[in-house]
């Protein structure tokens, strides 16, 4: 009885972790992807063919989520400085294709994306970050210091293609649900990285060997 339990219960284990969910990554005119002006002027544009990029993030829908930062008066306050403290105060989400602005200004397209793990076809959230400039990955864009970076809304309860079908279900197309975003000059304090918490635990255990022995 034992045996047939444990079988049972890596047989789910094995089928929940090739269970999946496509959706099709892109934009539509009236979804742009914007940005600043300047950095004292938040009249929105299109980004550039080939002015910045996208990424797309995804969860199963009704994952926690904590934004990587939120857009004032004075441009984006990003609370994460790169992609991986993002990540790891958002257990669940993954990061998934980057795409580039082009070949017209603010829209994109990163083509079909499978979401796992996920119940096959299952339901998922999502949002889309965004930066300007050269820099092929966020954590590039922010270290910087120039580029302007965003976040889109966060979009739950899309349901996905399911490509465990014969045909394979067809992907949800991102754009019914994608309402655009603005890209913004980087403002505020972020997150520190575990390295940095290490080297304030060394320097202050070092202040107080240093006042023990005077």
């Given at each position: 009885?034992?045996?047939?339990?444990?079988?049972?219960?890596?047989?789910?284990?094995?089928?929940?972790?090739?269970?999946?969910?496509?959706?099709?990554?892109?934009?539509?005119?009236?979804?742009?992807?914007?940005?600043?002006?300047?950095?004292?002027?938040?009249?929105?544009?299109?980004?550039?063919?080939?002015?910045?990029?996208?990424?797309?993030?995804?969860?199963?829908?009704?994952?926690?989520?904590?934004?990587?930062?939120?857009?004032?008066?004075?441009?984006?306050?990003?609370?994460?400085?790169?992609?991986?403290?993002?990540?790891?105060?958002?257990?669940?989400?993954?990061?998934?294709?980057?795409?580039?602005?082009?070949?017209?200004?603010?829209?994109?397209?990163?083509?079909?994306?499978?979401?796992?793990?996920?119940?096959?076809?299952?339901?998922?959230e999502y949002v889309m970050v965004g930066w300007t400039g050269a820099s092929t990955t966020l954590d590039a864009a922010i270290a910087s210091g120039s580029a302007f970076v965003g976040q889109s809304a966060l979009v739950t309860g899309i349901a996905t293609g399911d490509p465990t079908t014969s045909p394979p279900g067809t992907p949800t197309v991102m754009n019914a649900s994608f309402a655009g975003m603005t890209l913004a000059p980087l403002t505020g304090a972020t997150v520190p990285e575990p390295s940095t918490f290490a080297l304030a635990g060394l320097g202050a255990a070092a202040m107080l060997i240093l006042r023990r022995r005077k």
């Open positions: 009885m034992k045996k047939l339990v444990g079988i049972l219960a890596i047989s789910a284990l094995a089928v929940s972790a090739f269970a999946q969910g496509t959706i099709a990554v892109g934009n539509s005119g009236t979804s742009l992807v914007q940005q600043w002006k300047s950095a004292s002027d938040s009249t929105l544009s299109s980004v550039a063919a080939s002015g910045g990029m996208v990424q797309f993030l995804a969860a199963a829908d009704g994952t926690a989520f904590h934004p990587l930062g939120t857009l004032g008066s004075a441009g984006f306050a990003n609370a994460y400085s790169t992609m991986a403290t993002f990540l790891a105060a958002n257990t669940g989400w993954n990061a998934y294709n980057t795409a580039n602005i082009a070949p017209i200004a603010g829209r994109f397209n990163g083509g079909t994306v499978t979401v796992s793990p996920l119940a096959n076809g299952g339901k998922i």
